[in-house]
């Protein structure tokens, strides 16, 4: 393309913008003159050729007022300075083409009356007639009949079937539809309902709640209102007294109890483990069972059952909902009292791998935040467990007990028991009446030594020193057994016992140091006797005693709560027999412990002077033995 009609092709577009231009202003010239007629129409101001209509319309208005005795529109006059200013506006928008505004002042009076906000107020109270039990008969005749209502309140006409508040019958129909289709359930479904496990669950959980309050006599009492017990403790001076018998008819009576625990978290619950009874060979061969000693109730808090005998069990100190406990198949199981079921939620597998013996001990060491399970089987199997994996062992140790030319042979352990803050070392008590220190970590994992002059039956039994004090006495420990004897040991100071406790006619079966005086321990015995010790007071005769009755079931277990005032046992019938401990016997004064070690140290000194007297004339016959003596020395003596 040329110069030359690139020149033309640019005057053409310049024209055709120059006509664009053109035409934009027309349509705004057009736009803004629309607008101002519309001003102009919209606040009334008069057209040149609406003129002579608005005078009329004015007329017409003025004439009408004066009908109903109003004044007419008064004419407001025009100062010469507005008329001035309105007309050079006039000549200002005609020099710039806008068409000038036609401005006018009307006075526009207008009155409206607004009714104040009614404030409404009204008391808190039930609105009834006068305050009485109206019928219908009662409404009608004082006068408040169908149409009259109250003052100042429309009422619809009342009908006595409306007062009685069935209106048309409506509700009445309603219930005798109702009734109609309610249906008898069928026996298949009545059974259904009674065997499903939501049901009995709801039903156990509300006659649990109602048994509660059924025995509870002093649900109202005020304490603002009743006195105060000048009397103090009813347990004067060393005596013991029954408190409480738990024994159910379904589930514990007539069995043995092989193992006892408190919670730790909830000292009012305490758990038993049940051998089967003869009579139930139709229920689960183990039964653990948990038992409630804030209500007054006969009825168990829980029950859990599983597949094998529970020979041990005790609460988890840490998980205060699970319950732990070893069977006589090897197996370890856990309950928990939130689950629905009765059966264990974990357990343990058969397997070389761990137990295959029965489990006669299960202990929880450790912290809240570091602790595990440990469990001893009769054949000398110690495993330790984690709560959260029961499918193997953490660690498991075999104990092999080294006997005269080299011969090693296991350990069948019955019982354990750890000393206080010790999660290491333990005392193991076995069928053959020995007992051994053993440890489960380090260079000497296994059995460490063995104690002379031990029972010479079945060790029942084995407990560490709880209390801690001024003097640290956590070395100490106390053995039972079936040959009618309880020791006194040291893991220190000697291999053979400090003391013997005298004075049995029977196997005994249990014993356990006190939680909370230093001195005191108890034991239970086949003769159905718990007697407690206060080696301070007298090392060789119990400070007090109580018979079970009736009939003096053989006592097979007992646990000290930790508050010291109360001894559970449990007995060859089933029963846990709840006594109370007075308070001389359940909290120490401060020279117990000294007191106490003066004791020990008087005891071991005994015992070395007689056993340094009988090593001396060990080749003198017997009865030369005796006479120097002064009186006739113990079995293990002797032999």
Request: aromatic share 8%; glycine share 8%; hydrophobic share 35%.
């Amino acid at each position: 393309m040329s110069a030359i009609d690139r020149k033309a092709e640019l005057e053409k577009k310049k024209q055709r913008l120059e006509e664009i231009r053109l035409q934009k202003r027309k349509r705004e010239e057009e736009k803004r003159r629309e607008d101002a007629i519309k001003l102009q129409k919209h606040q009334g101001a008069p057209t040149p050729e609406g003129q002579s209509d608005l005078e009329g319309q004015r007329r017409a208005a003025n004439e009408l007022l004066a009908d109903l005795g109003l004044p007419a529109e008064a004419s407001v006059p025009v100062s010469p300075a507005k008329n001035f200013r309105s007309a050079s506006i006039d000549e200002d928008s005609t020099r710039r083409g806008k068409p000038a505004p036609q401005l006018s002042l009307v006075q526009l009076i207008s009155q409206v009356n607004i009714a104040p906000k009614e404030n409404v107020q009204y008391s808190k109270e039930t609105q009834t007639l006068g305050g009485a039990n109206l019928d219908e008969s009662s409404i009608l005749e004082d006068g408040i009949e169908a149409g009259t209502g109250f003052p100042g309140i429309d009422t619809p006409e009342i009908s006595p079937r409306t007062l009685r508040g069935d209106s048309d019958g409506s509700r009445r129909d309603d219930k005798k539809e109702h009734k109609d289709k309610v249906q008898e359930l069928t026996e298949e479904q009545k059974k259904n309902i009674i065997n499903d496990e939501e049901f009995i669950t709801f039903v156990t959980r509300g006659a649990k709640f109602v048994e509660r309050m059924m025995f509870e006599d002093d649900i109202l009492y005020d304490y603002g209102v009743a006195g105060v017990d000048v009397e103090g403790d009813p347990l004067s001076g060393f005596q013991l007294e029954e408190s409480r018998v738990f024994n159910e008819e379904r589930w514990s009576r007539g069995r043995i109890i092989n193992a006892m625990d408190w919670n730790q978290q909830f000292p009012e619950l305490i758990l038993a483990a049940y051998y089967p009874g003869e009579e139930t060979h139709l229920d689960p061969d183990g039964t653990v069972v948990v038992w409630n000693l804030r209500y007054k109730t006969e009825t168990p808090e829980f029950v859990f059952h599983c597949g094998s005998q529970v020979t041990s069990s005790v609460f988890a100190p840490f998980h205060p909902n699970l319950v732990l406990g070893g069977t006589y198949s090897g197996i370890i199981t856990i309950w928990d009292n939130r689950s629905r079921k009765r059966t264990p939620v974990q357990k343990t597998s058969l397997g070389v791998h761990a137990h295959t013996h029965p489990i006669y001990d299960v202990r929880v060491v450790g912290t809240q935040n570091a602790h595990n399970l440990i469990s001893v089987s009769n054949d000398g199997m110690v495993c330790t467990w984690s709560l959260e994996n029961l499918s193997q062992p953490q660690d498991k140790m075999e104990l092999q007990a080294v006997f005269p030319q080299t011969q090693t042979r296991p350990v069948y352990a019955t019982c354990i028991s750890l000393p206080a803050n010790d999660v290491n070392n333990f005392v193991v008590g076995t069928e053959d009446g020995l007992l051994y220190t053993a440890c489960r970590h380090g260079n000497k994992a296994g059995i460490i030594s063995k104690f002379d002059d031990t029972h010479q039956g079945y060790v029942t039994g084995v407990d560490f020193h709880k209390v801690t004090g001024p003097i640290d006495f956590g070395h100490l420990f106390v053995s039972s057994g079936f040959d009618y004897s309880v020791k006194i040991w040291s893991t220190q100071q000697s291999s053979k016992p400090l003391h013997a406790l005298e004075g049995f006619e029977g196997y005994v079966y249990d014993c356990g140091w006190s939680t909370t005086h230093p001195a005191v321990l108890a034991t239970v015995d086949n003769d159905g006797q718990l007697k407690v010790w206060d080696l301070n007071i007298d090392p060789e005769a119990p400070v007090a005693q109580l018979t079970m009755e009736p009939n003096e079931p053989a006592l097979s277990k007992l646990r000290w709560s930790e508050s010291g005032r109360q001894i559970a046992v449990g007995d060859s019938n089933g029963a846990i027999h709840i006594v109370e401990v007075s308070e001389n016997l359940a909290h120490a004064k401060n020279d117990e412990w000294s007191t106490l070690n003066a004791t020990i140290n008087e005891l071991q000194s005994n015992m070395k002077s007689e056993g340094s007297l009988m090593m001396m004339n060990s080749d003198l016959p017997l009865d030369k033995r005796i006479s120097m003596v002064g009186k006739v020395p113990p079995t293990s003596v002797l032999l």
